[in-house]
């Protein structure tokens, strides 16, 4: 049938019906060509353009395909806008989407940095490297010695970044303290105590003493008392609950220094000779002006007592020394004094006035604690006469050889009070009053 047609056009003899029917092949040819190509050329268009232009220009599917189309080639769409209208450059998106705050961009070339508010300026702390580390400690350590704040050095601890080294502040107070008095020792366990789970942990706590065990050997060069003084630290922080319990456990056998294991050997001995765990206060003797003063006066006696049966001056004053109170040694004297008046014979007399000529003349004992010293018994000698009848004879021969052994002053031993009540002799002496 095909080949009928092509001779009848050659021949020219088509007739009206044969000539439709070729025509709305070549129309339906054409539209095979146009789905199956993605791109179109100009001149594709060009030529259905051409072969189109005898058709009917109304019709909607005569029209010719326009470049960059966003509608649908395929002619299945229903005319509906893409993505239900929320697509598209510019556009506010569907109808009920809700959007998050962007946050300006710093980099953005139109952001304004006064239109963000009050800006908020943060102190950063750079972190304390080894170095500095010693260097920033130490003051704050001998500044806490001064005046026992605990509240004043976890301030400021806190200003401070010591990172991963924060362990190293207990490592450094403990070292210092060593080189230094009871007292200090004392105010380090405490503030040992008070930091523990504000500023530091237990597991810091650990690792400072760890520290510490390693470095005892060159920590005995300047203290040769440094093994039993760590091992009262320890047991210490470990009544104060500032160590882990079982931080003495996880030693047991594994040390093979002679000076750690004398520290250890020593806590475990003092933790062991407490029948519960409590708090072992006394562990440094509270040195200092931190002891009540009853327990002063008691330690005052009990050295004088000794003194009397020893007669080491020596040993007396190393445990003066020892009570760190240079502002109470007037109770020393006023215990000396008294004890003279209590006493029976003339050897408490001589000894406890050799025991006053040597603190006067190497210092322990100033001009005005003596002076206060004397002057408290002066005031107390009436009350004293009543238990000890001849208290206003042997205060004045007391003063006489404390001044001729240059204890006292002139004027101190003149202020000597005496006898309340003068003797008179009988009626034939001439009424002088007898000596």
Not at 34 to 56: M, T
Not at 296 to 308: P, S, T
Request: charged content about 30%; glycine content about 8%; overall charge negative.
């Amino acid at each position: 049938n095909y080949y009928n047609l092509m001779t009848a056009e050659v021949n020219g003899n088509w007739t009206p019906q044969e000539k439709a029917l070729h025509e709305a092949r070549l129309k339906a040819k054409a539209k095979r060509r146009v789905r199956k190509s993605s791109s179109r050329s100009e001149s594709l268009s060009e030529s259905l353009s051409g072969e189109l232009a005898d058709g009917d220009s109304h019709s909607p599917k005569g029209k010719v395909p326009v470049p960059n189309d966003r509608k649908s080639r395929t002619g299945k769409g229903r005319g509906l806008p893409k993505k239900g209208g929320a697509g598209g450059k510019g556009v506010w998106g569907a109808a009920g989407m809700v959007y998050e705050v962007e946050e300006p961009d710093v980099k953005d070339p139109n952001y304004d940095e006064i239109a963000q508010g009050d800006t908020v300026y943060a102190t950063v702390v750079p972190e304390l490297d080894e170095g500095e580390l010693e260097k920033t400690v130490n003051p704050i350590v001998q500044e806490y010695f001064e005046h026992g704040d605990t509240k004043e050095v976890q301030m400021l601890l806190r200003e401070l970044n010591l990172g991963h080294h924060k362990y190293e502040f207990s490592s450094l107070a403990v070292s210092l303290s060593l080189e230094g008095k009871a007292s200090h020792r004392e105010l380090t366990s405490r503030l040992l105590r008070d930091l523990v789970g504000k500023e530091l942990s237990e597991s810091d706590m650990a690792r400072a003493f760890d520290k510490i065990l390693k470095e005892l050997p060159d920590l005995m060069l300047d203290t040769p008392e440094a093994p039993q003084m760590l091992g009262q630290f320890i047991a210490r922080a470990i009544a104060d609950h500032a160590l882990p319990m079982a931080f003495l456990d996880r030693y047991k056998g594994k040390v093979d220094c002679d000076h750690a294991r004398a520290a250890l050997d020593r806590a475990a001995v003092l933790l062991s000779m407490k029948r519960e765990m409590v708090r072992l206060d006394n562990v440094w003797g509270v040195g200092g002006g931190l002891r009540p003063v009853k327990h002063l006066v008691k330690e005052m006696n009990l050295l004088l007592k000794e003194y009397l049966v020893s007669g080491e001056v020596k040993e007396a004053e190393r445990c003066l020394r020892d009570l760190e109170v240079p502002h109470f040694h007037h109770e020393l004297v006023y215990e000396a004094v008294v004890m003279v008046l209590e006493s029976k014979g003339d050897t408490a007399v001589k000894m406890m006035c050799k025991l006053l000529q040597a603190f006067w003349k190497i210092g322990l004992v100033t001009v005005d604690q003596m002076n206060r010293g004397f002057q408290r018994v002066y005031d107390e000698l009436p009350e004293i006469n009543l238990d000890v009848p001849h208290a206003h004879s042997i205060m004045e021969s007391f003063t006489d050889l404390c001044y001729q052994e240059s204890v006292i002053t002139k004027q101190l031993r003149d202020s000597c009070p005496s006898r309340g009540r003068k003797r008179f002799v009988s009626e034939g002496d001439g009424g002088l009053i007898k000596n």
